[in-house]
């Protein structure tokens, strides 16, 4: 597919649309300029307003301005004029004659102006401007025009321009929002959040530039839609149109201005101090003249940049190796030469003698590490830490490797390396480091939470001081409280004895997460909100852990809780903030966070919107767990949508995920569950909440096996409801009540609780929910005769349907007109004719008579019209597609 197989529609223009077509409109007006950069849209916008003008019953034409016609007299206009016009001009006549022939071809008989549209306006041949001037003298034309910006304007225009009767529109790149909703409605979907971004960046909202990268990406096969949702897979790579944008630009440059032009897109910011005294200011003033560079502050200095990123990427790539390289070491000596040498210098230094093939100082090389880690720019961490460890730099640069290559998904190597070190390091707080670094590896990266633990417990082994032995601790309660063991993590967090920065704030991560699992839902809130605040008082906050995790613990927190609008929130700002920093798992588990609100919301769009976020994200950085929890959101969701073409497909992909650390494990049940349901698979779904709830009732996760319980109980199976009983107590969390209540007013068919458990749900957030429950009470309503109560009962049902995104589930199949839904019993019974077993053999089965078997059948074929076994596949299919689902038994 090529973005250049459409029109791309025109996005954040609506105030200068409005503008534009007030000037063209007021009589005070005679020349409407709008200016701006090459690809900025000047044309679409312009094209756009006329086509409005003409749409409203005003006549007018375009110039054929262009660099080809600019030496032809009159060649802009020749297609408008009149016959006896061009007549006239043929015979080298003019003046009053031409412009008293063309200007009665041009009047309007209402009176109003001929709106003549100039595109590029500098390219008018001086015959058609001088004509121009004085049919818009004489009241008869107005002019709406574009003008590159930087270029030269006719004189002609100039004056018209300059005088109190025109209007100017500079008109600007697009915002990250704006550029956010041109891609999403250009490409027909949502965008992932790292998608856009680079694409924004690398574009800097430059619409042209936006759609060449966009084209480029997908002719590549980079730009992929996964699960709805478009996503950067690979190298953004433009067109060669866009190559050819920039080098038009480039190639105008004499060959002074274009080696310096090499140089800044190297090493940029360049300061202007260097160049004044290679005598280069008037090569810069070139350059900035050209609009290629721009002088910016950096460090306090002024410096040169190239003046879009796109500029630069072309201009290195058309730049040969080895003047690249002569570059390069020509502009570090002369740093160095300089004495202009900051210490924040030495990582550029360092990569600008890498670049060009040499080796560096091991020192310099661990500065400029530590310097790109901090701004998580793992990447080069990588490079630099490894050209460092190469050189002999040792143990000072091996948990910035570590680092590195665990966030860039490369889990094997790091722990060889991280490993080795451990095992040599004889310095506690090197031992700590290590085991910290080495159980992030092997807990998220290689998926083996007891070999972490297991290596934070050797480590707490070597070391005698009580910090450390505390950080190591902390560092454990965290294991175990994403290995499904909080009691246990709890119970060692007390073991810790001062709770000082920062062993308290990377402490309070894993007291949040195991207070939330076991049901202490409030206490896991208040910890979460009060380590973030700890770290931000910290002198570096960003040192240890950046503080967007204290907010995904805190949406986990408030999920459990049941406040999962201000969940969501929490989890968006969480991810937003890491999009920030580009912190990919961070990014991962914002994005899962915010995927699980939206989900036990029942707002099933953004649900699935964010789950495919959450695993393209997680599929990047080999999150095993995050995938497993994407794909559980995404099943879910689709189910409960009716959106069944990839259930199968996404089913498989789940159960065939290796093992990873645990965490919400349980909750796998959700998605598996809801899926076989749909696709007919009644005993796989029933055996996945069986395995779920006995998975969370083993390990004490009070909020999971209410969450499943009340999941089940939403198809129809309510065996063990009074589990509740024994939950509740051991919580403070609102959501479990109201899961609870609802769970009691279905057994009980009683319209009244199931009111008062659509109230509590709807307070939560869970909308679906409660609109399940409030159906629920109109349908028992109708069956006690109470017409009115059963009326409000639906319009309560109505309005929360609308907030769920197309909601299919059982207990709304009457309010969304389906056709009458089977019982759960009646679902499984034939699915099992449809595989081809006979009566007996399904009474067997189910352990029950052939007598009810036979009565179940009867039902069926009534309720889906067909006379048989013939037609019940595909009259199952049928009911499938129209949205019936089994209806729940209790309800």
């Not at 500098?122 to 002019?143: G, I, K, P």
């Not at 090569?283 to 002088?295: H, P």
């Not at 159906?775 to 309005?799: I, S």
């Amino acid at each position: 597919m090529s973005a250049s197989a459409w029109r791309w529609p025109m996005v954040g223009r609506d105030v200068e649309v409005r503008t534009l077509c007030d000037a063209v409109a007021d009589p005070g007006v005679d020349l409407v300029l709008v200016s701006g950069p090459a690809g900025v849209g000047k044309t679409r916008l312009v094209d756009s307003v006329f086509e409005r003008l003409l749409a409203d019953g005003r006549d007018g034409g375009r110039a054929a301005a262009g660099p080809s016609l600019s030496s032809v007299p009159l060649g802009a206009l020749a297609h408008l004029l009149p016959v006896d016009a061009l007549a006239v001009a043929g015979e080298g006549a003019g003046g009053v004659r031409l412009f008293a022939a063309v200007r009665d071809a041009f009047a309007r008989p209402d009176g109003s102006r001929f709106v003549l549209v100039v595109d590029d306006i500098r390219h008018l041949d001086d015959a058609s401007v001088s004509l121009l001037a004085q049919l818009v003298n004489a009241r008869t034309v107005v002019v709406l025009a574009t003008h590159r910006a930087s270029t030269v304007l006719p004189e002609g225009v100039v004056a018209l321009s300059n005088r109190d009767r025109s209007l100017r529109l500079d008109l600007g790149v697009l915002s990250e929002p704006d550029t956010r909703a041109l891609l999403e409605q250009a490409l027909g979907g949502d965008i992932a959040g790292p998608t856009e971004r680079a694409l924004w960046e690398r574009s800097r909202g430059n619409p042209l530039y936006l759609r060449e990268l966009v084209d480029g990406a997908l002719a590549g096969g980079h730009l992929v839609q996964r699960h709805g949702l478009w996503t950067l897979e690979g190298e953004l790579i433009g067109t060669g149109r866009l190559v050819d944008l920039v080098m038009e630009r480039v190639e105008r440059l004499g060959p002074d201005a274009r080696e310096l032009a090499a140089l800044i897109a190297l090493c940029a910011p360049v300061e202007l101090t260097l160049l004044e005294r290679g005598s280069r200011s008037a090569t810069a003033g070139e350059l900035e003249r050209a609009g290629i560079a721009t002088v910016v502050p950096h460090a306090g200095r002024p410096s040169l940049v190239i003046a879009h990123p796109l500029y630069a990427e072309v201009i290195v790539s058309h730049t040969p190796e080895a003047e690249r390289r002569r570059l390069l070491l020509d502009h570090v000596r002369e740093i160095e030469a300089s004495g202009a040498i900051r210490a924040e210098d030495a990582m550029r230094r360092a990569v600008w003698r890498l670049d060009a093939g040499e080796s560096a100082d091991s020192d310099v090389l661990v500065r400029g590490a530590r310097a790109a880690r901090a701004v998580n720019d793992y990447p080069t961490t990588r490079r630099l830490a490894q050209a460092a460890l190469d050189g002999g730099a040792g143990e000072a640069v091996v948990r910035l490797l570590g680092d590195a290559l665990y966030e860039l998904g490369e889990f094997e190597q790091a722990e060889v390396i991280v490993r080795a070190a451990l095992e040599h390091a004889t310095d506690e707080l090197r031992i700590v480091e290590y085991a910290v670094n080495l159980r992030d590896i092997e807990f998220w990266g290689l998926n083996d939470a007891d070999r972490a633990i297991a290596t934070l417990r050797e480590a707490r082994a070597r070391v005698t001081s009580q910090p450390f032995q505390d950080a190591l601790r902390a560092s454990e309660a965290m294991s175990l409280a994403y290995a499904e063991r909080p009691q246990e993590a709890l119970a060692l967090l007390e073991e810790i004895g001062l709770m000082v920065p920062p062993i308290s704030t990377m402490s309070g991560t894993a007291k949040a997460a195991a207070l939330a699992r076991v049901g202490r839902t409030g206490d896991a809130i208040d910890v979460a909100r009060r380590s973030r605040d700890e770290q931000f008082r910290m002198p570096d906050p960003y040192e240890y852990n950046h503080p967007s995790l204290h907010l995904i613990t805190l949406a986990f927190a408030l999920i459990e809780a049941g406040s999962l609008a201000e969940a969501s929130t929490t989890a968006q700002q969480a991810y937003a903030e890491a999009l920030d920093i580009a912190l990919p798992l961070n990014l991962a588990w914002g994005a899962l966070n915010a995927a699980s609100a939206e989900l036990q919301a029942g707002h099933l769009l953004n649900a699935r919107r964010w789950a495919s976020e959450a695993l393209a994200l997680s599929e990047r950085a080999s999150l095993v767990n995050g995938m497993r929890l994407a794909l559980t959101i995404l099943l879910a969701a689709d189910a409960q949508g009716g959106r069944t073409d990839e259930l199968e497909a996404v089913l498989a992909r789940l159960q065939a995920l290796p093992e990873d650390p645990g965490f919400l494990r349980e909750q796998q049940a959700v998605g598996t569950a809801w899926a076989c349901y749909v696709l007919g698979r009644i005993g796989e779904a029933q055996d996945a909440f069986r395995t779920g709830i006995e998975r969370a009732q083993q390990f004490g996760l009070v909020g999971s096996e209410g969450f499943l319980r009340h999941e089940a109980a939403r198809l129809g199976w309510t065996d063990g409801w009074h589990r509740f009983d024994e939950l509740l107590p051991r919580s403070d969390s609102t959501i479990l009540r109201a899961r609870a209540d609802h769970v009691r007013a279905v057994l009980h068919r009683d319209p009244e609780l199931l009111l008062e458990a659509s109230t509590a749900l709807e307070a939560c957030g869970a909308d679906l929910a409660a609109a399940e429950a409030a159906a629920q009470a109109a349908d028992r309503l109708v069956d006690l005769g109470d017409t009115r109560g059963a009326t409000k009962a639906r319009r309560r049902a109505d309005e929360l349907i609308e907030r769920c995104q197309g909601p299919h589930t059982p207990a709304l199949a009457p309010r969304l007109g389906t056709v009458e839904p089977l019982s759960v019993r009646e679902r499984e019974v034939a699915s099992l004719a449809v595989s081809g077993l006979g009566n007996r053999e399904i009474a067997d089965r189910l352990y029950v008579s052939k007598r009810t078997v036979d009565n179940h059948l009867q039902r069926i074929y009534t309720k889906l019209g067909v006379q048989g076994r013939a037609g019940l596949a595909e009259a199952l299919a049928r009911s499938h597609a129209a949205g019936d689902r089994p209806a729940p038994t209790g309800g």
